[in-house]
Each structure stands twice: as C-alpha cells, then as structure tokens.
C-alpha cells in the first residue's frame, strides 16, 4: 500500500524535477523558473499582450471574466506580501475566477494537531488551482508532487518559496524586457512576435544584493535562453551573486562580468535590475557595514543613461533608487507591476487552456 | 412598545425549538440538525448530487452562477476555522452568491461599547443569509429568533456553535453515506432516490471522544430517522457519548451497544467514524491518561475491513487515523470534504428557492 | 525633473482644495463633504433611489451586477472598521465590481522599508479605485493629489480619515433625511425630485459628543446648502461643537441655537441626530464627569416625540439610544445602515459614469 519512495527534490537534477512537475497526464505545475523554454516564454509574453489589449475595453473585459468563472482558486500565502497576493486576485479576477485566501493556518486546525499537507490536501477539495507562497524552500514543489498522487490533482503556481524562486516575477520581469526592446517589424499585425535575438548585444545589469535576491536568480534563468545577451553583477563582494547561478550562465556561454561600482557601468547598460539590501537575513547585521551608496541610482546619473534604458526594480525599494527618477520614460519599474498582472492573467489562463480562446478573441477584434 | 417575553430555547422542547425556527411567515434558518426529517435529507442529498453533476461541465457551472447573484452572504465566523469558512464560501461561489466575512468583530465597533446583537443587526442590513460561526451554545438560535423580529428578516445556517450542534457536518456525513449505500435500482434514471431502508441492517460505529465531538451528536440525530439502522459507540469510558444522546436514541428504538476495543469490532462495521481526541476542552489534562491507540484506525486492521466499509473522519486528523490508509477505495474522509461543499450548495439553493431551477436544469441536460 | 512645489492642504482655502480635487481631466475624487453642491446630492439621493428599487427583483439586481465587472477596487483601510467596509464592499457587489482588501500593510512591505505613498502608488496598478480609511487627517487628500500626477490616475474615495471628514456618511444622513421628508408630488412619476426647500422650518438636532464626532461636522456641510433649515446644537459644554463649524454655519445664515438638555428640546424636532460620547479621544478620562444621561433618547420620551420625527445615529450606540425604540416608526437608525450601502453604490455609479445607464433601466422598467 505503500508508494514508491520518491527522491527529494534537492537529490533530483533539475531536468528531473522539471519532468516531474510537466508530466502529460497531469496538471502543469508552475514551480521554478528554469521550466519555461522560449516557446512558451513567447507565447506567454504574447498572451500577456493580448489580455492587456482585450482588457482595454468594456466588452472585452467582461468576455475575458467568462473564462474562467466555473473554477476556484485558492491563494494559500504562508510568507506576508500584500502585492504579489493582489497580483494574483487581480488575475483571477480578470478571468473571471474566484478565488480564496489561506493567510494562517494558525487559525485553523493545525492548532489541533494537523499536519500542513494534510490541511492542503483537505482544502484542495474546494478548489482548481493552488497559488502558494511559502517560507520554506522547496515545499510548493513537494505539494505538487503530492497532490499529483491524489485522486483529484490540481495544479500549483508558486508565488514565491524560501530564498530560492519566483519564477512569475521572473516572467514579468522578461515580459517588461520584451516590451522595452521589441517594435513591430514591416507589415507585422498583431502581438510582435518575440525574436531569439531579443537581447542579442543588449547589456543587462543587476545591482545590489545579488546574493539573497531571488528575483535576480529566476531572471536570469530565463534571460540564458537568448543567444548574445550580456550581464553585468554589479554588487558589493559579500553579496555578489551565488556560484550556482554562474555555473548555470556559464553552461549557456552566457557573455558576464563583475562589477563592483555602478556609476561607472551605467552609461553601457540596456537594463538595470536593481534590489534593494535584503538586510532581514542578516545574522548580526554584517551588511550594515556595507556602503550601499555606491550600488544606488541616483538623479546625477539621468544624464548617462540611454534613451533606451529599462530602469526596473522589483519593489519594494528603499534609497538605492531615487524617487526623483519615478517620472523618467526609462522608469519601468510601476510598469513591472502592472505587467506582472497581465503576465499572471497569462499563465492561469494557459494553465487551464483557455489560451487559446483569448487569442482567437484577440485575433478577431483587436489585430488591425 | 415590549415584545412579550420569549422562552429561552434551553426552556423550550425540541420541537418548539423547531417550530420557532421554521415558521411559515419567516425564513428557514437551520439551527439544529434535529430539524431536518427524512423527506428533507432526501431532497437535499439529491440537490447536492444533482449540482456536483451539473458542475462537471462549464455550461452547467456557469448556469449556477446565475442563481444567486443578486444576494449576498455574510460568514460571520467568531470561532476559528479555515475548513467549514472555505467550504461555505465554495458554496456561495458555486451558487455566484458573493459573501463577505467577519473574523474578529474586535476590529470593529464592538470595541466602542456596542453588543454583539447590534453588531449583527446593523451587519444584517448589507445582507441577504448569515453563515455563522460561534463559541457560545445557542447564540446562533438566539439570534435567528432576533432576527425574525426585525423588519428586514433573513435566514441563518449555523456553521457550528459551542459544543453543541454542526448540523451542515451532519448533513454532510449523512450525504457521503447515501453515496455509499446507495445503487441505482433497475431502470431508474437520474440521481437514485434514498430509500427509507437505506441503513437497515448496517451497523454504524461512532470511535473515539464521543463526549465532546458535536459532529457525532448531530449525525446520530439524523441517523435515527432511518429504521434499522445499527450504532455502535467505541469509546473510552471516560469520553463515551452523552446520557441525552442514547435517551434520543432510545425514543427512537435503535439498536445500539459501547465498545470498548475498535479492533474487535471493525469487522462488522459497515461505516466507521473516526474522530480525534479533544483535549483542547480539558480542564487538567486528564484525557492524557487514556490509551486512545485502542480507538485508532492502523494500517494492520485493513485485512478485517469490509470490502463496502465507508472509513470516514470529520477531520482534522491526528494518529487515530493512519494516513498509510489514504488510498484505499474504503477510505472516504476527503470524499466528505468535497461533499460538504455540494451539501452546503443545496443547501444555500434550498433557502433562497432555487433548487427548482436546479432540479429542471439537471433533468433536462443530465438525466439519463 | 522635480514638480513644481504643490501647497499643503491646509495651507489652501476650500474651494481651492475642491478644486484640486475636482479637476476635469482627472478622476473624480471624494474627499470632502464639502465637495458636494445641492445638484450633486440631488442626483446621488435619487440614483441611490432608482439602485434600490432595481435591486428589488433578480433582473434588475443582475443588470446592475454587469455595469462594473470590468472594474477593480483597492479597500485600503488601515483604521478598524467593520461596518463601513462592509458597506462598501456590499456597493462594489452591488454594482458587480470586485475589489480587494489592505487592512495592514504591516504584513507587508512595509516592514521592509517602503513608505506608505509607494506601497499605494505600487499598489493602485492592480486597481481602477481606490476606497480608503485612514487615521490620519488629509492622507486621503494627499494621495489623491499625488495619484493624479501618475500616469495611471485613479480615484479615491475617502471612507473616513482621522477625526475630521466622513463625506460617505453625510451623504448617506442626508440621503436619509431626504427619504424621511419627501412625499411625491401629485402626478409626479418615478423618483421623487429634492427639492430646494426640503428643510425649510425643519429643525434637526445634533446630540451629544459634538466636539469629536466627525459625521456630524461633514452633515453640517450638506445641510448648510438648503435654505431655511434650522440646527440644535444638544452638548456638554466641553463637547460642544467647534467654531469653525459655526462659522461655515454663520456664513450659509443658518438659523441655529445652543441647547445643553435634550428632553426640552425633543418635542420642537424634526430630526434628532444622536451621536454616542467618543471616550477613546480622551486624553485623561476627562469626558467620564460628563453626565451623558442629559443627552440620551429614552424610551420615557416617546410621547413628546413628533410623528415624523426622524431619529438618527451613526452607530454604533451605547446608552445615549434606548434599544426600546428599536422597533419605532420613528427610528430611522438601521434605515441609515441599508441607505448607506445604496448610497455608496449611487457615488461609485456616478464616478464610473453608470449613472445614465442606472437611470436608463430605471425609466424603462420601475417608473410608473
């Protein structure tokens, strides 16, 4: 009766964990960046695209609240975050799909001796979809590999796991890079399609602190798929980057270097990926003695910067990126939030194949 | 300008309880699981099959949405719970009813001196149904009796109040029952009828701390309307169910016995109710002197287990329920999760008069 | 790159404030009672009318269900508030606009550093409205003017702030007062029109803690626009109301006077507006000397009362309101709470630009 012992997913190579969390007979399970392939960061991106449009006027923004209106989602958000969580509502609520919220089981029967994949499994009844934000890494992944031996699998977008990944801010954050370096070519209609050689010759930098920032790490999972894209590591030496994520660019002969002082780099750069100093991991307060000053972007910088520059943060930010910049055209980082809205719409929507019905939508009103 | 003086429902019997709570010129609240009779358990399980097949397609779940989403549901839920809140709210959204919540009414004017009766009076004006939840036995009746005297009248379901009643879980329970022992006769088309002879000659056991679990209570309520039906109560001397229950019991001639040892008695049993200790109403830990392994469900009884048992568990869990049993075709404690969701649907349905509508629905498009 | 310096609020006169905050290539944002001229109250009272009677059959509640469902609310709501929320949570419903809640941004980013303007203007991208209640005077103000600099400008709707405005109760008091004095005119059809001299020789008192209670002072405003109304200030000496009030009296030419005992007064009422004393603004106990009895409606009272007084209070009530009147013809209290919710719906309507639509239906189906 008992199941076949099942690796941990810390024992797995990553092409195994994927094959896991993608099987044919199951639901598609969102849980780390490095599932998605340019094909499908596309047709995301695209569909993003079109939801955004659609969602422009009053009729297509009603059509788009049918999609989705007979299934239920649950947000079972153990770590705070207000706005990725009102991301998330905000994308059920332009499919149409409600949704519930698990904020603290506290209040609920783990009081009384329950374990927490048995609450899981319990409340998956009530619902189609789980989007999961949990301070343990690792632990969405588990629960989708549970809820895969359950008898009414559902799937699992992670909204964010430990230190380790938050592959929807990882695709927002390429949506923003797609819409900053595409223009629709001669004749083109529609949705621009999204080259390979988007980012080719493009120099793409991360500041700050590289070390515990996971959005920096699940981008750059995804940026290594397009050929000829360059990265700059712009950190102070105790938060540079981790040497997993540089073996992983390595392996896709990914153009890098380190830098350690912004004002210097910024004149050359494309996009600027900045974070703010993730102080709350700090043990006894080591980053305190860090000069976070010269990892910071300031009002006398405007005049280096491209015209084309992407300014983008994945708030919430602290001094390390001016206020007075909010009002630059190169400022994308209020549009990363809106983006990551559409983009969530997106992947839910493709998540439950209605993908297809928003592009024929898209397809029969709005590409002129 | 007085209203005459109302007994105080601990004053009154049961059936001027139940009068008070149905009255023809008034709302149906459910209050008491003793209210319900066996043409009413009838009706609402086979609304519930009825809504769980038309929501098997999208077509059919989008036509409930319609039902009711001109009303609305307040989940007034003092008492903590994430389970029964997010199975109403199911409920409610199958039905696209929208709702709101009140958790903590210290949040609210109750801190500037008001009484919990205003609190809910004013609260009541937003609202067509109140769902409540409540540590005080008897608030729920209480308040529906208020209620009626206002206006503005509107029905209440008690979620589960003190120690006393749960009668959604009742109605639940009896439901996963019905789907257990119940087969289409010949010729018969659509959701079968629940015959009157549905649990005669089955022997039902009641395991565990059945002095303090209000979801065995309100199902033996339900259970005595059914001729032949045979109960077993397998609990420690110390927690073994209350004199008023067996005195129901007996006005109603059912054959009953206490066990003491589950072991010897499981194969026999047709359905077996597993609940867990509940020390959290402990006044000096003295449960913690009992052997509950003897009212423990473990893997290694499986051999002695019918091969038509129904194991179910109100749940949450903790060890009197080995989870090694989980896949077994026996095992229907998640089957009760998701049949409170339908349960509490028909019942919603059943309040405001939609069930009609569900019923001509499901006959046109389902049966067959 | 910086704005031009914008003057702080209090630093402006009120029309200039109203101004700013009315602009026409901006939204329309609500944040004063003052705001609101006799035309607009008008149209809000008899658009709250026409929702109410729409709402009354399941057509008409689901018409107006699919006016806003391409619409998203934020409710930010630092200050508690069960009731007002619940208010407007039940217009957005109404309306058919789903919306989401920030109760305490604590839970969020702000514990890592960010400052409130940020956490609003990262969150209104998720949101076509912004409905607040906030603790400290002229956030709401403040935001509004802020937001309208974004690109995105959204409105706000200010649902109380500190001790000072509550421009969605007002309006809901003169709303009910509207419906306590307006009779159709013979052989007028549909919603009766309000007219200029609705309150002439009408005498309504206000009682109790007059100094703290923020509903009364934004009442005052909208009263103050119709000719020959007639005002009771009924307070402690040390609660009486402020002077800066009597002076927005003086300059209307409002008839008013001072009274410091509510029995003498009763009988000459037309609408008696009771507030309860607001202790938690006592610095010291102070307001404990006060003996409130002399400011409390009691049941002793009814004989002296109007038949078509209009009895009032915000609520919540402690002992100022004798619950003996609950049941009065007279009692408009819990009228006040229904009102509210339809009143909100009118204002939302109205800042969506539905209000034609709303008046439309109304005058094809409920005018006879």
């Known amino acids: 009766m008992l199941e076949a012992p099942v690796a941990e997913p810390e024992q797995r190579t990553t092409s195994q964990r994927i094959a896991a969390l993608n099987r044919h007979d199951k639901p598609f399970h969102v849980v780390l960046a490095q599932q998605f392939d340019r094909d499908q960061i596309e047709h995301l991106c695209r569909l993003s695209e079109m939801i955004r449009a659609i969602c422009g006027d009053r009729q297509g923004a009603q059509f788009l609240t049918t999609l989705l209106s007979h299934r239920r989602a649950m947000l079972y958000f153990i770590q705070p975050s207000t706005r990725t969580f009102l991301s998330f509502t905000a994308a059920c609520q332009i499919l149409g799909m409600p949704y519930n919220e698990v904020r603290n089981p506290q209040t609920s029967s783990e009081v009384k001796g329950e374990t927490e994949e048995d609450t899981i499994q319990v409340l998956s009844n009530y619902f189609d979809l789980i989007i999961m934000r949990h301070p343990v890494e690792g632990f969405a992944e588990r629960m989708a590999l549970k809820l895969n031996q359950m008898r009414r699998a559902l799937p699992i977008i992670n909204g964010g796991s430990g230190k380790d ?21 001669n004749g083109e209609r529609g949705v621009p399609r999204m080259r390979e050689d988007i980012f080719a010759g493009k120099t793409i930098a991360f500041v700050g602190d590289l070390k515990r920032g996971r959005t920096v790490r699940s981008l750059v999972y995804l940026l290594c798929r397009y050929p000829g894209v360059r990265m700059q590591f712009i950190a102070p030496p105790e938060l540079q980057i981790e040497s997993d994520i540089i073996e992983y660019v390595d392996r896709y002969d990914v153009e890098y270097e380190f830098v350690d002082d912004l004002r210097h780099a910024i004149g050359d750069c494309d996009a600027v990926y900045m974070t703010r100093l993730q102080d709350e991991w700090d043990k006894a307060g080591e980053s305190s003695r860090i000069d976070y000053g010269r990892y910071s972007l300031t009002e006398d910088m405007a005049p ?3 015209p084309g520059l992407a300014i983008m943060h994945p708030l919430p930010r602290r001094h390390e990126l001016d206020s007075r910049l909010d009002n630059l055209p190169q400022a994308k980082y209020w549009d990363q939030v809106r983006n990551g809205m559409w983009m969530r719409s ?23």
């Open 165 to 185: 990944q938050h592959p929807t801010q990882a695709l927002l954050d390429i949506y923003t890079l797609y819409r900053c370096f595409t223009t629709r070519q």
């Open 346 to 368: 997106a992947l839910i929507a493709d998540i439950f194949n209605v993908d297809t019905a928003i592009m024929d939508h898209y397809h029969s009103y709005y590409a002129y």
């Open 304 to 306: 280096l910067f491209k």
